[in-house]
């Protein structure tokens, strides 16, 4: 499996914005580069299931949840090993513990441990 690490969560006011960051690294990285997986970021908060906020596949192609379209772009960077979620117009409901997730096609491979974004005034 990849080691994923995430980065960049806080406390952050309703409008301001964050960006985290997920570095990815693992010895399998040298048989299956990072291009050829499809990257994503979940989040999920106290009480609820998580849920999928933004995906990017391994040619580039994106997708979004309704509630974060306009307001959150998912990139990577595929010679740093790493994937972004820029996040603008941060609301309360974005409150969430944000995991960053790895997959080959559909098979998961590989977690980050999640870093905590709070939005409050």
């Known amino acids: 499996q990849v080691q994923l690490v995430e980065s960049g969560g806080g406390l952050v006011q309703p409008g301001g914005s964050l960006r985290l960051s997920c570095a990815t690294s693992?010895?399998?990285?040298?048989?299956?580069?990072?291009?050829?997986?499809?990257m994503a970021w979940y989040r999920q908060a106290p009480g609820k299931q998580r849920e999928l906020v933004a995906g990017?596949?391994?040619?580039?192609?994106?997708t979004y949840v309704e509630s974060v379209r306009g307001r959150f772009t998912i990139s990577k960077d595929n010679d740093e090993n790493t994937v972004f979620l820029q996040m603008d117009s941060l609301k309360p409901e974005d409150t969430a513990v944000y995991y960053c997730?790895?997959?080959?096609?559909?098979?998961?491979?590989?977690w980050g441990q999640g870093t905590q974004v709070t939005v409050s005034s």
């Open positions: 693992g010895a399998i990285l040298s048989l299956s580069p990072f291009r050829i997986y499809n």
């Open positions: 997730n790895a997959k080959l096609g559909s098979h998961d491979e590989g």
């Open positions: 990017i596949s391994k040619s580039g192609s994106t």
